[in-house]
């Protein structure tokens, strides 16, 4: 998971891709940027304008072919009851064709709850210096960065964040 990180970094450098850099991360601004994300009808949307007011939210950057992101994403739908009050940001670096299977496939795109976005120059991702995924990002009622987790997030964990 680690290197899937790495290897599309590299990919951009090889296919010649300008990668713009953000100069914010997520250990100098608590709040979510304005990066441009693509959802699944491939329209532009602004991550910091999904959180709607007196919602958590929680971010999750996902791979659709992440053995840990797939038991995630069933385990976290399995336990939806407990996420009342949450919205949910899924955001993956990979094709449009990949996401949309995926999210389809997990029934994502029938839960209200869940906006699905491709961060296809890895503005996101940058900002979030990732080092694994799946990475969960929960920013409280008032939009400031509550908590963070790394692909071994316990869901009782979550639950707790994403509720107090």
């Known amino acids: 998971m680690k290197y899937l990180i790495l290897c599309l970094g590299l990919?951009?450098?090889v296919t010649?891709?300008?990668?713009?850099?953000?100069?914010t991360t997520v250990k100098t601004q608590q709040t979510i940027p304005a990066v441009q994300?693509?959802?699944?009808?491939?329209?532009?949307?602004a991550a910091n304008k999904v959180q709607a007011p007196g919602k958590t939210l929680?971010?999750?950057?996902f791979s659709p072919t992440c053995s840990h992101c797939i038991e995630f994403t069933e385990s976290l739908t399995?336990?939806?009851?407990?996420?009342?009050?949450?919205?949910f940001l899924f955001v993956s670096a990979y094709p449009l064709a990949e996401v949309k299977t995926f999210a389809t496939?997990?029934?994502?795109?029938?839960?209200?709850q869940f906006t699905i976005g491709m961060d296809p120059q890895f503005l996101?991702?940058?900002f979030y210096e990732l080092k694994e995924i799946p990475s969960i990002f929960?920013?409280?009622k008032n939009g400031k960065l509550k908590k963070s987790f790394d692909s071994k997030v316990k869901m009782e964990d979550l639950i707790a964040s994403a509720n107090e």
């Not at 929680?58 to 950057?61: D, P, Q, S």
């Not at 399995?78 to 919205?87: A, C, D, M, T, W």
């Open 11 to 13: 990919l951009c450098c």
């Open 16 to 23: 010649g891709m300008a990668q713009p850099k953000l100069t």
């Open 37 to 45: 994300l693509t959802n699944l009808s491939n329209q532009s949307f």
């Open 58 to 61: 929680a971010l999750v950057y």
């Open 78 to 87: 399995g336990k939806l009851k407990q996420f009342k009050n949450v919205q």
């Open 105 to 112: 496939s997990k029934g994502l795109t029938k839960m209200p």
């Open 124 to 126: 996101l991702g940058g």
């Open 138 to 140: 929960v920013y409280g």
